[in-house]
């Protein structure tokens, strides 16, 4: 039996409105943004006095599969799941150093630690440069955030340091807990290299 065009008319708004619903209860959740450091972190402040020693912090160079907006979880040994939903406020490579910069600043409180990204005419100079290589952000969601990460200070006269720093940090909430824990085995990371740094 053939529909009548009275007939379609009159079931046509009725799928249209179904279609809405369909549509307004498989809507894409909000993408959720994360640091690695506070917003009072974001530049690094010089000390009250004059500065003992001046550190620039390049940027840090991260395995392939982490240098991507998205978190990477790790779910096994040997599986990672890229979190469309959950990403970095900035790139990593730079939100680590940014990181990484903010912690020395605050353990070395007669240094002038620099971001590279944020250098300026008066940074110019500096006594030692910080070479970090992340090699490991292992986020287990529920569990514990993992860095591992080797680094290099170079002195004026090609004398060098190298350390390698590995930090466990339980993180038994969601993502921001997640990115906390991070920001908090970062800070780990930092405590080494002052460590080397002091006289």
């Known amino acids: ?13 009725a799928l249209l409105a179904a279609a809405t619903l369909v ?5 894409t959740p909000p993408v959720r943004y994360y640091t690695l450091a506070d917003d009072s972190d974001a530049r690094v402040q010089p000390p009250d006095g004059p500065a003992r020693l ?8 991260v395995p392939e599969a982490l240098d991507r907006p998205e978190m990477v979880l790790r779910l096994s040994p040997n599986e990672l799941a890229i979190d469309d939903g959950h990403r970095w406020a900035e790139p990593l490579p ?13 353990a070395l409180s007669d240094a002038r630690v620099v971001f590279a990204d944020d250098l300026t005419g008066e940074d110019s100079g ?4 910080l070479i970090l290589a992340l090699r ?10 993992t860095v591992d990460a080797t680094w290099i200070l170079r002195f004026p006269g090609g004398r060098a340091k ?17 990115a906390g824990a ?16 002091r006289p």
């Open 136 to 145: 490991r952000l292992d986020l287990a969601l529920g569990r514990e955030a």
């Open 126 to 129: 500096t006594d030692v440069e």
């Open 1 to 13: 039996m053939k529909a009548t065009a009275p007939a379609v008319a009159a079931i046509f708004p």
């Open 182 to 197: 991070s920001a908090t085995a970062l800070l780990s990371v930092s405590a080494d290299i002052a460590r080397a740094l």
């Open 54 to 61: 001046r550190v620039r912090v390049a940027a840090a160079s």
């Open 162 to 178: 190298t350390g390698r720093s590995i930090a466990r940090v339980p993180a038994a909430g969601g993502h921001d807990a997640l």
């Open 23 to 27: 549509a307004a209860c498989v809507r």
């Open 94 to 106: 730079s939100a680590v150093a940014r990181a990484i910069a903010a912690g020395l600043a605050g």
